[in-house]
């Protein structure tokens, strides 16, 4: 079982709201990544870190801010959300010595913008 | 740019009969290749993954098969069981540390 956390798992808001979707790892990994999962099911990378101070934009455009200023913690921030912002967030994290290119995922954040 | 392709996008299969899906990725660098069950209500949970310098892997009911030459990857459950049924997707590596998804299949094991 991964040691990857979200909160909330649900959140309902009006436009124009501004948000923060948590993800917090107690694994000690170093990279930590940000998800939209669309009702299709497919899955868009939005955001990564690859350590402390380190964010990238993924491959899919996102509205979306992050931060990393601790390496167990990955806030995710929308200014002013739309309903367009709908969807299934999903928070990951590797690095462990393990097995270290396997991502373990959070239980992701179902978002709903009115 | 880089993708994955999955088929097929849904499959229902009678409990004890086997269930393939399979992939192709465009990157020729790509040298890992999870495959990922997703629950209704979970996050993705990793199942099993093959590197390039290996063609096949098995973990039980669980295989994948690898053929780098034709950029193909596949994913076998025999003898299926109800639990089996989510939602899986396949991966590839496009960087040391990104993934590309499939974009998922949903497996229906009929009892």
């Known amino acids: 079982e991964a040691d ?38 497919e899955l868009h990378l939005i955001h990564y870190s690859y350590g402390v101070n380190s964010t990238e934009k993924g491959d899919l455009s996102s509205e979306s801010t992050v931060s990393r200023i601790r390496t167990e913690h990955f806030p995710l921030t929308l200014e002013s959300a739309r309903p367009s912002h709908t969807s299934q967030y999903l928070c990951a994290s590797s690095g462990g010595s393990r097995s270290y290119n396997e991502q373990f995922f959070g239980p992701g954040t179902r978002l709903t913008v009115l | 740019g880089e993708n994955v392709e999955q088929h097929p996008s849904t499959l229902s299969v009678q409990e004890g009969d086997s269930a393939v899906i399979k992939c192709t990725y465009s990157d020729s660098a790509s040298n890992y290749f999870p495959w990922y069950k ?19 892997k098995k973990d039980q009911r669980i295989a994948v098969t690898l053929n780098k030459t034709a950029k193909h990857f596949s994913l076998h459950i025999t003898e299926t069981q109800p639990e089996d049924s989510a939602v899986y997707f396949c991966a590839a590596s496009i960087q040391t540390y990104k993934y590309i998804f499939g974009t998922g299949t949903r497996l229906k094991v009929l009892a």
């Open chain 1, 4 to 41: 990857i956390y979200q909160t909330p798992r649900y959140l309902v808001i009006g436009t124009g709201k501004k948000i923060t979707l948590e993800c917090s790892q107690t694994m000690g990994h170093d990279k930590m990544y940000w998800y939209q999962q669309d009702p299709g099911m």
């Open chain 2, 38 to 56: 997703q629950e209704l209500g979970k996050g993705p949970q990793l199942i099993i993954d093959i590197r390039s310098n290996v063609g096949e």
